[in-house]
């Protein structure tokens, strides 16, 4: 599973914030070598600006100094389908920054 083909989109407060209010999963990267800091899912905007410092709500995420954000908006959009999507992000992707339990630890 992969982001819908897209453009990234820098990962700043503004470009986050004309997220908000949409329901989907993203996943936060640094451009540079493709490294993937997090995977979420909800309402997009305002879980991305919750990761921004100066307190983001999962300390690890600007550690990793992340720069862009892809988003993904499955079919009808319940929240089931968040769900499996989101699952098959983190398969995908492993992310660093994701909780142990979801994340391949092997």
């Known amino acids: 599973m992969k982001f819908p083909n897209q453009s990234a989109k820098p990962y700043t407060r503004t470009e986050a914030a004309n997220w908000v209010g949409t329901m989907g999963c993203y996943g936060i990267f640094r451009s540079r070598d493709n490294f993937c800091a997090y995977i979420g899912m909800g309402d997009i905007g305002t879980r991305l600006l919750a ?31 968040r769900d499996a999507l989101e699952t098959a992000l983190i398969a995908e992707f492993n992310p660093h920054c994701n909780t142990q339990k979801k994340r391949k630890t092997g």
Not at 60 to 77: E, K, L, M, Q, R
């Open 51 to 81: 990761h921004l410092p100066p307190l983001p709500d999962n300390e690890c995420i600007p550690t990793h100094a992340p720069d862009v954000f892809y988003v993904a908006i499955p079919g009808t959009n319940t929240e089931a389908e």
